[in-house]
Every structure is written in C-alpha cells, then in structure tokens.
C-alpha cells in the first residue's frame, strides 16, 4: 500500500478554473502538509494541518484552500487558476520532527 | 528565522568518485538538520537526519554527513557514488512552530549528475 497517495498525478487546466488535488495518507501521522515545488525545483511550504487543525499558513493566496475532512486527507483547492499556479504539487505527512513522508507529486499545468 | 544554504546547484561526478554536497545553515535556535533525495518524477525521501548526539550520522545508500555546529555546516558525502544516486539533493532545517508541528525549511537543492 502506498504510504501517501495524490491524485491526480497529472492536472492540464485553462485559466480561471477552479480544481483540487486530493491527498490521503495510511501511517496514521498526526500532521500533514501541501509544499509547491516550481520549475526551479525550489519547495515551498505551503500549509500543514496538525490534528485537522491548521498550524502554518505561508503567505500563499487565498485562492488556495486546504481542506481536511479527517486525519487522513489533506485536500487543496485552488480558485481561479492563473499561469503561475503551475508546479509540482507535493503532499506530505510526518509524525516525527521532520521526517515526511511524501506523495509523489501532481504536475499541474495552467494553459 | 531560519535557513539552508546549498552552495552548488549542481554537481556532476564520475561513477566511483567520491562526492561532497554542501550545505550551511542559518538559525538563531536549536534545530534539526535533514536531507532529502528526489529521484526523477517522484516525491521526496529522507536521507538521514541529525537530531542530536553523534556529528556523524549516517543515512540509506551509504551516505553520511557531519554536524559541524561552528561552522554551521552540515555536509552530505558518499565515498564512491553510483549511477544510482543521480538526483536533486534537498538540505533542511526543522523549527518547532507550536501545537505539535515542526516547520520544515528546504534549501534550493543540488543536483548530482553521475558520469558512467
């Protein structure tokens, strides 16, 4: 089983839509985190959510929403897609001071 | 605040050479120290990680890296590099940042290119 899965792995999207990626982790951590990754390979954080509860919000627009319905799902939901909204989208989940676990990514592409 | 400096964004190395990635940190606090490889089209995994005690600690597929606290550093190395280890390289830094949760903080990566 995977330990921290996402779909979609790949998302080709036109401006202005409103799409989400869901994430959904089986190793029962308390934390769980969305990171953006652009074309750099540069990564950063985006929002992490401890016991459903949010803890780190950057400073990331607010078109950009995480959700998470139980411990186990972190979702992100993304309004009004603009070109700069494509990158790698990773999830990740920790239990222990940094050490996550991480999706495998999805590449989302704004046309 | 705190941050990761990778020195080299890319290093490209001939296959059993040994290698050295380099990174600094900055933090006015106690932090944990990680890295992190990414293979191509796929996610993030953990290395090693000093949290305390030994400088030197040692991670999956025989690299190493030491904690030097004075300089601030904390180097990754390998002693003779395979085909294998091709892949970007993240250096982090983890803060508490309260309710149970660490910020983790990457630098902007390395990439190592091994040559056959």
């Known amino acids: 089983d995977t330990a921290v899965s996402q779909t979609p792995k790949y998302l080709v999207t036109q401006m202005g839509n409103d799409k989400s990626i869901k994430c959904e982790q089986n190793?029962?951590?308390?934390?769980m985190y969305w990171y953006k990754q652009d074309s750099k390979k540069f990564l950063k954080i985006m929002f992490s959510y401890n016991n459903k509860e949010l803890i780190i919000n950057e400073t990331v627009p607010n078109r950009f929403s995480p959700k998470s319905p139980d411990k186990a799902h972190l979702n992100l939901h993304i309004n009004s897609l603009e070109l700069g909204d494509s990158a790698v989208y990773f999830c990740?989940?920790?239990?222990?001071?940094?050490?996550?676990?991480f999706g495998s990514g999805t590449q989302l592409s704004v046309l | 605040a705190q941050s990761v400096t990778q020195l080299d964004s890319q290093v490209p190395v001939f296959e059993e050479a040994p290698v050295e990635l380099r990174c600094n940190y900055s933090?006015?606090?106690?932090?944990?120290l990680f890295w992190y490889v990414q293979y191509p089209n796929q996610g993030l995994q953990l290395l090693l990680k000093y949290l305390s005690g030994s400088t030197l600690v040692k991670g999956i597929n025989g690299f190493e890296a030491e904690f030097n606290k004075s300089q601030t550093s904390f180097h990754l190395r390998k002693p003779s590099v395979h085909i294998s280890d091709t892949a970007e390289y993240f250096c982090a830094v983890s803060l508490y940042s309260g309710a149970g949760s660490y910020q983790l903080t990457f630098g902007k990566g390395t990439k190592l290119s091994v040559i056959p």
């Open positions: 990740a989940s920790s239990q222990t001071p940094g050490k996550l676990f």
């Open positions: 933090s006015s606090v106690s932090v944990y």
């Open positions: 190793l029962g951590h308390d934390t």
